[in-house]
């Protein structure tokens, strides 16, 4: 992982999240990635659409409803 503080992304909408999460990916170079906490709603409505365009997904519950994710730029 080359990203150094994990962010809190819990408060946001998912919608919100989505453009949050595209704007910040866009601008990582290849190879690297994010880390950041999520609500289970939003691993839900986020990670699977990302996995598809070729991101490498990871998560992790922490608790029932906070993930640790780990977004990685092809």
Do not use: W
């Not at 946001?12 to 906490?37: A, Q, R, V």
């Not at 289970?40 to 906070?66: A, I, K, L, M």
């Amino acid at each position: 992982m080359n990203s150094t503080e994990i962010q809190d992304f819990t408060d946001l909408t998912c919608t919100n999240l989505m453009i949050k999460l595209k704007i910040t990916l866009n601008k990582l170079p290849s190879g690297n990635s994010i880390s950041f906490y999520a609500t289970r709603e939003q691993v839900d409505n986020t990670c699977t659409p990302f996995s598809r365009q070729g991101y490498d997904v990871r998560y992790e519950s922490s608790n029932e409803n906070r993930h640790l994710v780990q977004m990685k730029k092809p």
